[in-house]
């Protein structure tokens, strides 16, 4: 896990969530990958003061959090383009989970040289 402060903004327009609000994201973690090393999850960390899953849904689908998401890690070093939501039950009461696939994974390694 790492640190990953930033703040990203949700359009309100997703289809679990209809709130419009900045999210504070705290860490990163990559879980899980593939024993091909071609594909895994990343989890989004946020605040639960900016985001409460409880009242406001899920940001999965918000299309505004995952543009601005995808910059935020591009300017970060890693390969935003290769990053998506992943199914709706993999999403966490304090976290988007996100499919990645091998560019996302390879920029990791190289950035922290892991990938799990």
């Known amino acids: 896990m790492i640190k990953f402060n930033t703040t990203l903004r949700t359009n309100g327009k997703g289809y679990w969530s209809n709130k419009a609000r900045a999210v504070d994201v705290t860490k990163l973690?990559?879980?899980?990958?593939?024993?091909?090393?071609?594909?895994?999850?990343?989890?989004?960390?946020?605040?639960?003061?900016?985001?409460?899953?409880?009242?406001?849904?899920?940001?999965?689908?918000?299309?505004?959090?995952?543009?601005?998401?995808r910059t935020a890690l591009t300017g970060a070093g890693f390969d935003g383009n290769d990053v998506d939501y992943s199914e709706q039950g993999m999403q966490g009461d304090n976290y988007v989970s996100l499919d990645v696939g091998k560019d996302f994974l390879d920029s990791w390694n190289a950035k922290f040289n892991i990938v799990a």
């Open 29 to 69: 973690s990559v879980p899980y990958v593939s024993d091909e090393g071609d594909f895994g999850e990343l989890r989004v960390y946020f605040t639960k003061d900016s985001w409460d899953v409880d009242n406001d849904g899920l940001i999965y689908t918000d299309k505004q959090f995952m543009t601005e998401l």
